[in-house]
């Protein structure tokens, strides 16, 4: 089972790696290609485009071919969105590349999941699964800042030709470490929607995009901003992605540690609070270095901490359909990012300098705070309901 935990971490560092890896080049990708930085900026939002567009296809279609069938597929696809964007020269080649890579991102967590729950002994499928995302933050810091410094010593498409080259190495081990297994799930496909019917499942993928959108206004544009409003040197851009990353990981592991004391919801809200504060004080402050490393640091511990409990809210509302669930929540994260990343670079676009991309992302955090708000209440509504009927 080790290995197979493994194979799958390696899946997602090499997912954090694109999915984050485009911050650390943006202004070499836009300078070498001929196009604004907002435009640029557009690359995250079509990445995220393929994770809300392939997340529900593969769940439609995945229980028609084994699990490592579906998972070579999706790796594949991986190598073959990479390799694209590493080598197109125009717009619509490098958009199609990053559609294709980001078009297994949630699926692949989907499928790993299902794999995990399925030769993980009982009571250590959540430690196997976290294991498998462990991936995604060890990207963060590690990969991330990889990539970042061959971008801005070498060429920001070495950055996406390595992506490629160890999703390729990624296809090998699942080949030698991945059992074959299908799932054959009893529940009716149109049973497992019925969750859907109730609100408290939206608003927490308003939360879940809302609280992405937020963060991803601002960290879209981390190089830009800290270059030109908080005065560091590009060089010094690898060590400062490296402080995000840890970032993420240290809000991730926080969040761990917290669930044990408290609610998700108070700690998915509290933390959301946390994040809007540090956004309002980057806007305030950001052209002091100290305060911008601080804030930021806060601002991705946010990021991580925030989405596991939101994932165990999701999972608490969606019986009978949590593996639509948990994809659904992969759709409105990467909806998210694409929203942020809209946002943030319209304020360029519309002439505002690179310390007001944080307003729109704290707006769009605070709304992630309403939405948790409206489920509360309603979930107390609903208590008191239940309590006067009995």
């Known amino acids: 089972m080790k290995k197979t935990i493994f194979s799958l971490a390696l899946g997602t560092f090499g997912l954090g790696m694109a999915e984050f890896g485009i911050m650390g080049v943006l202004t070499e990708l836009a300078h070498d290609t001929g196009i604004s930085i907002p435009s640029a900026g557009n690359m995250i939002s079509f990445y995220a485009f393929g994770v809300v567009i392939g ?105 996406f030709f390595l992506i490629a080259a160890f999703d390729a190495l990624v296809i090998l081990s699942v080949l030698l470490w991945v059992p074959k297994l299908y799932d054959k799930t009893e529940t009716k496909l149109t049973e497992q929607f ?7 499942p939206w608003l927490i993928f308003a939360a879940t995009m809302f609280g992405n959108a937020g963060v991803f206004a601002w960290f879209s544009f981390v190089k830009p901003f800290m270059v030109n409003v908080s005065g560091f040197s590009e060089g010094g851009m690898t060590i400062i992605m490296m402080l995000m990353g840890l970032g993420m990981v240290l809000g991730n592991l926080m969040s761990g540690k917290l669930s044990g004391r408290y609610s998700p919801l108070r700690i998915a809200a509290t933390t959301d609070l946390v994040i809007v504060a540090s956004l309002l004080l980057l806007f305030a402050f950001g052209e002091q270095k100290t305060a911008s490393l601080v804030m930021g640091f806060i601002c991705c511990a946010g990021l991580f901490a925030f989405s596991a409990p939101l994932q165990i809210l999701l999972l608490q509302n969606a019986k009978g359909g949590e593996l639509l669930g948990a994809a659904g929540g992969q759709v409105a994260f990467n909806l998210g990012s694409a929203i942020g990343a809209y946002f943030g670079g319209m304020m360029i676009t519309l002439g505002f300098s690179w310390s007001y991309v944080t307003l729109p992302a704290a707006i769009l955090s605070f709304s992630a705070m309403t939405s948790l708000l409206l489920y509360a209440h309603l979930k107390v509504k609903t208590r008191r309901a239940s309590e006067r009927t009995a």
């Open 55 to 159: 997340a529900p296809i593969v769940a439609l279609f995945s229980s028609r071919f084994s699990l490592k069938s579906t998972l070579l597929f999706l790796v594949t696809m991986c190598v073959i969105g990479n390799a694209l964007f590493s080598v197109s020269g125009s717009y619509l080649g490098l958009a199609a590349g990053r559609l294709i890579s980001g078009f297994p991102h949630g699926a692949i967590f989907g499928v790993g999941a299902i794999i995990l729950s399925k030769i993980a002994p009982p009571g250590k499928v959540t430690v196997a699964v976290a294991g498998m995302v462990a991936g995604m933050t060890v990207a963060n810091l590690v990969g991330v800042p990889l990539g970042t410094w061959l971008g801005h010593e070498y060429h920001w498409r070495y950055t």
């Open 194 to 200: 019925h969750f859907l019917k109730k609100p408290e």
